[in-house]
């Protein structure tokens, strides 16, 4: 079982950054290829970004390629999402996924994923 909480949403002025944070509970961080997906009002949960077990590869969907970066840090077992050049499109609640690792090389499908935060809002102001 793994408990992740995500924190850092908040409201922001289009144009603005917001840093989310993704800590999880269990110590084989490494076993587990981490995603961040979102969802707004009335939306399907959609993939945003997402990286593989060791940090060396990474994927963005096409609507935040060069505006989000995802990292994570396994040694404190966490995972952020720079978010850069904020759009009021942005706006909705973000959550942390995590999938055990299979090297399958697919990561944005929801049934992927096994365990799942609680979500952080992400308000953006036009």
């Known amino acids: 079982q793994v408990q992740l909480v995500e924190s850092g949403g908040g409201l922001v002025q289009a144009g603005g950054s917001l840093r989310l944070s993704c800590t999880a509970s269990?110590?084989?961080?490494?076993?587990?290829?981490m995603g961040w997906f979102r969802q707004a009002p009335g939306k399907e949960r959609e993939f945003v970004a997402a990286?593989?077990?060791?940090?060396?590869?990474?994927y963005n969907d096409d609507s935040v390629k060069g505006r989000f970066t995802i990292s994570r840090d396994n040694a404190k077992s966490t995972v952020d999402l720079q978010m850069n050049s904020l759009k009021p499109d942005d706006t909705a609640v973000y959550y942390c996924?995590?999938?055990?690792?299979?090297?399958?090389?697919?990561?944005?499908?929801?049934?992927?994923?096994?365990?799942w935060g609680q979500g952080t809002q992400v308000t953006v102001s036009s």
């Open positions: 996924a995590a999938k055990a690792t299979d090297f399958s090389g697919s990561y944005s499908l929801r049934r992927e994923y096994d365990y």
């Open positions: 269990r110590r084989a961080f490494t076993s587990y290829d």
């Open positions: 990286i593989n077990w060791s940090g060396e590869s990474t």
